[in-house]
């Protein structure tokens, strides 16, 4: 069941939107989006048919990674508003059938937190440095790094807290030190944390880095370099060590203790499929984002195989599968698909196909009205952490802020028309006034899938059955009365629809119950359900 405020097992099938809180929208015209713009902004989640929404991390941080450094972990950023935004804005969503889900960033710390201020003040062997992972350098010096691991971001992920001194460990940029998590202070600190924000009303964490945290004893070398080239396909010693999973247990039994089924995402990356599913065994994390399908290129049987392969790993513990095409951190899939018309083209039909799956779905701010990753970012506008370090592109082109309405920039994000990141003069064919009076829109597309999604039965939690198709056609059959088909190949294909159409992504007619599905195109049916009326 979806939308229910006393549903149980909410999460199972939900659809959480994700926000990225600088660009979803202004409210007080400084060009970075804030707590107040995604209160005045909660109707229009409620209209599209979500069941949660999951803000970005909105801490106080001196934003070297934009809030994935959390400097207190018990305060909004003043760029965000304050902790009274923060509690009318989980009211508001309350009132209006919505749950929040809010960031939870574990591994490491801002370098501005009180803990590492203090650290870097402390002698070593201090308690103070016992709450990060500070070790004396190699060589006769202790000029070279304590070991070979690298920076997610690129370069060594050790730096020399001065000259003569040690050097501290971070995985990430080096404004985010690790937490040393065998230091049962911090596990202690992050209790109470999460207790400050349940106490606050929010449903629910996503878990950064939750694969992280817990090091192997001794800290042992990877033995080779190019690291970052291995997350989530090979193991590493710095990522997903077993003693994590007693972290993630500690938190379940917190968070169970809470009424009203509270839910941990976990952000985990793993080599597997099957080590990703041990994250969300009963007594884990409630779903762990599915970042192997959101790694699938756009070919059938890419798409089957790890469909396939996400619904077997995470039934194999009772877990729910979640499905999710993009985030704050890849190429939004309107241009890993192709960009363009095509690549338009082909989200519109994932998306039909994505929510047509079993389990939980993740949406990402503006992927409703189509946004593509914005490519051409004037470089003084290029600002991840991630570029300069050796990555190969940031991620700031799929971050820009959301156009709203009118017919230039700043489209309504805020009154401001300087924004963080400048917002494509393109763009106005693609805000979602121009999109609201469009039936044929993308946002159109999504309101129309999410509200069948919520009221078939046969949608959401459950089982998926595949039906015989053309090549390069996937077509699936779900309990009672429900099917979809998917054309991912380049000709067109004729189908049989044995029911009558709910939603589809291009225009069809069905002729002697058939239709001819374009290339990319989609569409669902319904067989014997009356009430779910043609498009
Ligand atoms: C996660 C976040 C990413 C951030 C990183 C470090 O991967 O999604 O945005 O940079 O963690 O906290």
Same mark, same amino acid.
């Given at each position: 069941?979806?939308?229910?405020?006393?549903?149980?097992?909410?999460?199972?099938?939900?659809?959480?939107?994700?926000?990225?809180?600088?660009?979803?929208?202004?409210?007080?015209?400084?060009?970075?989006?804030?707590?107040?713009?995604?209160?005045?902004?909660?109707?229009?989640?409620?209209?599209?048919?979500?069941?949660?929404?999951?803000?970005?991390?909105?801490?106080?941080?001196?934003?070297?990674?934009?809030?994935?450094?959390?400097?207190?972990?018990?305060?909004?950023?003043?760029?965000?508003?304050?902790?009274?935004?923060?509690?009318?804005?989980?009211?508001?969503?309350?009132?209006?059938?919505?749950?929040?889900?809010?960031?939870?960033?574990?591994?490491?710390?801002?370098?501005?937190?009180?803990?590492?201020?203090?650290?870097?003040?402390?002698?070593?062997?201090?308690?103070?440095?016992?709450?990060?992972?500070?070790?004396?350098?190699?060589?006769?010096?202790?000029?070279?790094?304590?070991?070979?691991?690298?920076?997610?971001?690129?370069?060594?992920?050790?730096?020399?807290?001065?000259?003569?001194?040690?050097?501290?460990?971070?995985?990430?940029?080096?404004?985010?030190?690790?937490?040393?998590?065998?230091?049962?202070?911090?596990?202690?600190?992050?209790?109470?944390?999460?207790?400050?924000?349940?106490?606050?009303?929010?449903?629910?964490?996503?878990?950064?880095?939750?694969?992280?945290?817990?090091?192997?004893?001794?800290?042992?070398?990877?033995?080779?370099?190019?690291?970052?080239?291995?997350?989530?396909?090979?193991?590493?010693?710095?990522?997903?060590?077993?003693?994590?999973?007693?972290?993630?247990?500690?938190?379940?039994?917190?968070?169970?203790?809470?009424?009203?089924?509270?839910?941990?995402?976990?952000?985990?990356?793993?080599?597997?499929?099957?080590?990703?599913?041990?994250?969300?065994?009963?007594?884990?994390?409630?779903?762990?984002?599915?970042?192997?399908?959101?790694?699938?290129?756009?070919?059938?049987?890419?798409?089957?195989?790890?469909?396939?392969?996400?619904?077997?790993?995470?039934?194999?513990?009772?877990?729910?599968?979640?499905?999710?095409?993009?985030?704050?951190? =890849? #190429? +939004?899939?309107?241009?890993?698909? &192709? %960009? *363009? !018309?095509?690549?338009?083209?082909? /989200?519109?039909?994932?998306? $039909?196909?994505?929510?047509?799956?079993?389990?939980?779905?993740?949406?990402?701010?503006?992927?409703?009205?189509?946004?593509?990753?914005?490519?051409?970012?004037?470089?003084?506008?290029?600002?991840?952490?991630?570029?300069?370090?050796?990555?190969?592109?940031?991620?700031?082109?799929?971050?820009?802020?959301?156009?709203?309405?009118?017919?230039?920039?700043?489209?309504?994000?805020?009154?401001?028309?300087?924004?963080?990141?400048?917002?494509?003069?393109?763009?106005?064919?693609?805000?979602?006034?121009?999109?609201?009076?469009?039936?044929?829109?993308?946002?159109?597309?999504?309101?129309?899938?999410?509200? =069948? #999604? +919520?009221?078939?039965?046969?949608? &959401? %939690? *459950? !089982?998926?059955?595949?039906?015989? /198709?053309?090549?390069?056609? $996937?077509?699936?059959?779900?309990?009672?009365?429900?099917?979809?088909?998917?054309?991912?190949?380049?000709?067109?294909?004729?189908?049989?629809?044995?029911?009558?159409?709910?939603?589809?992504?291009?225009?069809?007619?069905?002729?002697?119950?058939?239709?001819?599905?374009?290339?990319?195109?989609?569409?669902?049916?319904?067989?014997?359900?009356?009430?779910?009326?043609?498009?």
């Amino acid at each position: 069941m979806q939308g229910s405020t006393v549903a149980t097992r909410w999460w199972r099938d939900a659809v959480i939107y994700q926000i990225y809180v600088r660009s979803f929208a202004d409210g007080n015209g400084d060009g970075i989006g804030d707590l107040p713009g995604i209160r005045a902004r909660l109707p229009y989640l409620a209209e599209l048919g979500v069941d949660a929404v999951w803000l970005t991390p909105f801490y106080r941080s001196p934003m070297a990674d934009f809030g994935y450094d959390v400097a207190d972990y018990r305060r909004v950023d003043p760029l965000f508003g304050d902790l009274d935004d923060a509690r009318a804005l989980i009211s508001d969503a309350h009132g209006l059938g919505l749950r929040i889900i809010v960031d939870v960033v574990p591994n490491h710390t801002s370098d501005r937190h009180a803990w590492f201020v203090e650290a870097l003040a402390s002698p070593p062997g201090s308690p103070e440095r016992a709450r990060y992972h500070f070790r004396d350098g190699r060589g006769p010096d202790g000029t070279e790094p304590p070991n070979d691991w690298e920076s997610v971001f690129g370069g060594p992920a050790w730096t020399r807290a001065a000259p003569d001194d040690q050097w501290y460990l971070h995985l990430f940029a080096p404004e985010q030190p690790d937490l040393n998590w065998d230091n049962p202070e911090v596990a202690d600190e992050f209790d109470d944390i999460l207790r400050f924000w349940l106490d606050l009303g929010v449903d629910g964490f996503r878990i950064d880095v939750a694969h992280g945290m817990v090091k192997p004893a001794g800290l042992p070398d990877v033995g080779h370099a190019d690291q970052s080239r291995m997350l989530g396909t090979e193991p590493l010693p710095y990522f997903d060590q077993d003693g994590v999973h007693a972290i993630h247990r500690r938190w379940r039994a917190l968070l169970d203790s809470y009424p009203g089924e509270r839910i941990a995402v976990a952000e985990a990356w793993a080599s597997t499929p099957e080590r990703l599913a041990r994250y969300v065994r009963p007594d884990e994390a409630h779903q762990a984002f599915n970042f192997h399908y959101l790694g699938a290129d756009w070919a059938a049987p890419t798409q089957r195989a790890v469909i396939d392969e996400s619904l077997a790993t995470s039934t194999a513990v009772g877990a729910p599968t979640t499905w999710v095409l993009s985030n704050h951190d =890849v #190429r +939004r899939h309107v241009t890993r698909f &192709g %960009d *363009g !018309e095509a690549g338009l083209r082909r /989200a519109r039909a994932a998306i $039909l196909l994505m929510l047509a799956l079993p389990g939980s779905a993740y949406v990402y701010q503006g992927e409703e009205l189509g946004l593509p990753e914005v490519l051409d970012l004037p470089p003084e506008y290029r600002l991840d952490p991630q570029l300069g370090r050796g990555a190969e592109a940031g991620r700031d082109g799929c971050r820009v802020p959301l156009p709203w309405t009118g017919d230039v920039p700043p489209f309504g994000f805020g009154a401001s028309a300087d924004t963080w990141l400048p917002i494509p003069a393109s763009w106005t064919p693609l805000t979602v006034a121009a999109q609201e009076s469009d039936p044929e829109s993308t946002l159109a597309l999504y309101r129309r899938a999410l509200s =069948v #999604r +919520r009221e078939d039965p046969a949608l &959401g %939690d *459950g !089982e998926l059955d595949w039906e015989d /198709a053309p090549d390069g056609v $996937l077509r699936l059959r779900r309990e009672p009365g429900f099917g979809a088909a998917v054309n991912l190949s380049p000709a067109p294909a004729r189908i049989a629809v044995p029911g009558r159409i709910t939603v589809s992504s291009v225009p069809l007619a069905v002729e002697d119950g058939h239709v001819t599905l374009p290339a990319d195109a989609a569409v669902w049916w319904t067989s014997g359900r009356g009430d779910l009326d043609e498009r």
